[in-house]
């Protein structure tokens, strides 16, 4: 079945520094992607999203490109800011299936 | 445009009592989902709706019905409450790119 596998957090960085977050996915068919952020309290927002080999998605600063060669739909961030603590969700949608295949979830906690 | 909304927000219910969760959603989605959250647990599907009148279960479907009586709504049902069931429910509607759009969440504390 399909799955995703995400790095393992908290991950930990400082106002201003670059941000990756590595995502990657087996999947049959051609999935569409997705990346979601959670603040504390609320629910989870959809950040950004890829349909298609090579596409990429953006939003708010951050980016995230569908490599099919890698599996992988990496986010990054060129200079995060504390507002962008978070915990940060790759997910994966086949058209064969009606539901999400989300990944466990990274922790952000950027300190000033 | 409200999207995805969830009543009640908070709930705090003792073992064995019953409630019903309500997520109503104004895009004319075709498919609705609950989840729960718990810590260290991700998300994990419970219940999920293909239409008006569907139901299908997920992957912690026990102590939990659903019914989608009208395509905006969908509930959520526990008819004897554990501690077990202590968590964060959302629920979510399905875009036209599989993508998933979440409502605000309810926490749900089972004494």
């Known amino acids: 079945g399909d799955s995703v596998t995400q790095m393992e957090g908290p991950v930990t960085l400082s106002e201003e520094a670059f941000l990756t977050i590595n995502c990657t996915y087996t999947?049959?068919?051609?999935?569409?992607l997705f990346w979601y952020v959670q603040y504390p309290g609320e629910g989870l927002q959809l950040l950004l999203k890829?349909?298609?080999?090579?596409d990429k998605g953006s939003n708010k600063g951050f980016e995230a490109t569908y490599r099919k060669e890698t599996t992988s739909f990496h986010l990054e961030k060129g200079s995060v800011q504390v507002s962008d603590s978070a915990v940060y969700f790759c997910?994966?949608?086949?058209?064969?299936?009606?539901?999400?295949?989300f990944g466990k979830g990274t922790m952000l906690l950027v300190s000033p | 445009n409200a999207g995805v909304t969830q009543t009640p927000k908070f709930r705090v219910l003792k073992t064995g009592q019953s409630m019903t969760l309500l997520c109503a959603q104004d895009m004319n989605h075709e498919y609705m989902y609950w989840y729960r959250q718990d810590p260290g647990m991700g998300l994990r599907l419970i219940h999920y709706?293909?239409?008006?009148?569907?139901?299908a279960k997920g992957e912690v479907p026990d102590g939990y019905n659903v019914s989608r009586l009208k395509k905006q709504n969908f509930l959520l049902g526990l008819e004897s409450a554990a501690p077990s069931q202590t968590s964060v429910y959302f629920c979510?509607?399905?875009?036209?790119?599989?993508?998933?759009?979440f409502g605000p969440g309810t926490r749900l504390t089972v004494l």
């Open positions: 997910a994966l949608g086949n058209s064969g299936y009606s539901t999400l295949t």
């Open positions: 999947a049959t068919g051609y999935p569409s």
């Open positions: 709706s293909v239409g008006e009148g569907t139901t």
């Open positions: 979510a509607s399905r875009g036209s790119y599989n993508e998933q759009f």
């Open positions: 890829a349909t298609k080999a090579d």
